[in-house]
């Protein structure tokens, strides 16, 4: 229902045009920052983690580039960060909306004669598919980075062997699926996030509880899809 | 104009609005009074399509607005201005853009325009200048200004206020009433206007509905309503000693 109301052919373009680059900026840029730390330090732990388990000498070495870079796209970027982003990202979408509820600011855009809905949540949503491929595509390189100077800095193995690692039997087509999986994830936690806060009703206290839905639900449902599209993937 | 015609709601088991019927009329300020929590909001509320009816009627010049169609609603409602009593501006949005948002939405009018207009609006209610600033940053009695300000922006049909003047200075008060009250012959608005402030019952009330409990209890003018030999009323009129001695002074 809600969702009909959503993407309903909106009133002016210029007005929702404005509102994406707003939204790219304050669903998108503000996320970069927690977005790197953590991939950095994601991908040099996966490094670490692969030298110790890689004790037996038979295995070229080159085998870390290639594990860190396979978890890294694979599952890594897109769903451990897309799981941090509904954390970040969702309740801050639930909590503004929410409070836009319980003020009757809600009410004064329909009053306006406005889709309200529409007006607020369509721009969220779309400003989100287009940015967090962005996003995860820099959590992959930053992630890898991380792997890099892990795994140099501790001597587990030379620059030329991780270099070597990333380049080999490398299968574009995981890169298509990583992406699709991100542009789902920024749907969900979009979606269900302003769903939460949109229903709001009553005080400060319930905003607080929109929000907490709203991160729990998207999380639940990344993992649920990411389980479904892997499957998808996997028999194709 | 805009009818009323026999509109009931119930919160859960509780009837807050009873069977009330009346008639707002073109060019004259619409006074709804009544005590706190007698279902004045409610009632306004009900008119413009926030709550639903549980049964009756709701005519904006002929059409029946509850039974309308989503699209239809919202056209209807782009000819509304509405002030909510606790303001209602958009936190994200200076005033100026609050201002000019009914215009951005609705009018292909250029910057410079509704730039113009905003400026016009904002200095009706004594806020020029205040162009920048966020809600965050107004006083209760500025945001309300705000409101208003903004609810007149888009030169609506039809203006609904709730509470405009409560929580302002009485000079303050006075202005924002004689404002309301100029457009509102200026422009030919159909205003309706809540309030529990006296003050503005002498100066604007052309038209009043008395609330009681949910239901329509009295109706007249500003001049019947001291005459009135209505219970309720009186006490509602005359709760404050300043009123009985005004009373006082015009029986002399
Ligand atoms: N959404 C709601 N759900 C349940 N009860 C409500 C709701 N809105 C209002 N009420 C109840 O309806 C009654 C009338 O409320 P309303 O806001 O219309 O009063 P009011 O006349 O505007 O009062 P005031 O002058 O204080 O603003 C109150 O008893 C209130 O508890
Ligand atoms: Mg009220």
Known sequence: MLMMRVFKKPQKWS???????????NIG????????IISIFMGGIITIQAAFSIS????????????ARESIILEFSPTIVCLILAGKVGSNIASEIGAMRITEQIDALEIMGINSAGYLIFPKIIAAIIIFPFLIAISMFLGILGGYVMGISAGACSSYQYVYGIQTYFDPNKLYYSFTKVVVFAFIITSIS??????TSGGALEVGKSSTKAVV???????????????????? | MIEIKNINKTFGDRQIVKDVSFKFFPSKTNLVIGE???GKTTILKLMVGLHQLDSGSVLFDGLDFPKLNQDDQQDVRKKIGMLFQGGALFDSQTLEENVRFPLDMFTDLSLKEKLDRVNFCLQRVQLEGKNGLYPAELSGGMKKRAALARAIANNPRYLFCDEPNSGLDPKT??????????????YNITTIIVSHDMNSVIEIGDNILFIHKGENWWTGNKSEIFHTTNKELFNFVFAGEFMKSVFKVQNK
């Not at chain 1, 840029?29 to 790197?36: H, K, T």
């Not at chain 2, 008060?173 to 200026?186: C, S, Y």
Request: charged content about 10%; glycine content about 6%.
């Open chain 1, 217 to 236: 639900y998207s999380s639940v449902l990344i993992l649920l899809f990411g389980l479904i599209l892997t499957n998808i993937f996997l028999n194709h």
């Open chain 1, 194 to 199: 302003s769903y939460f806060g949109y229903n």
């Open chain 1, 56 to 67: 037996n000498p038979l295995l070229p070495l080159y085998v870390l580039g290639f594990t």
């Open chain 1, 15 to 25: 007005v929702y045009y404005k509102q994406i680059i707003f939204e790219i900026d």
């Open chain 2, 36 to 38: 706190s929590g007698c």
């Open chain 1, 29 to 36: 840029i503000s996320s970069l920052p927690i977005v790197a």
């Open chain 2, 173 to 186: 008060a006075i202005v924002i009433d004689e404002l309301i009250k100029d457009i509102t012959h200026e």
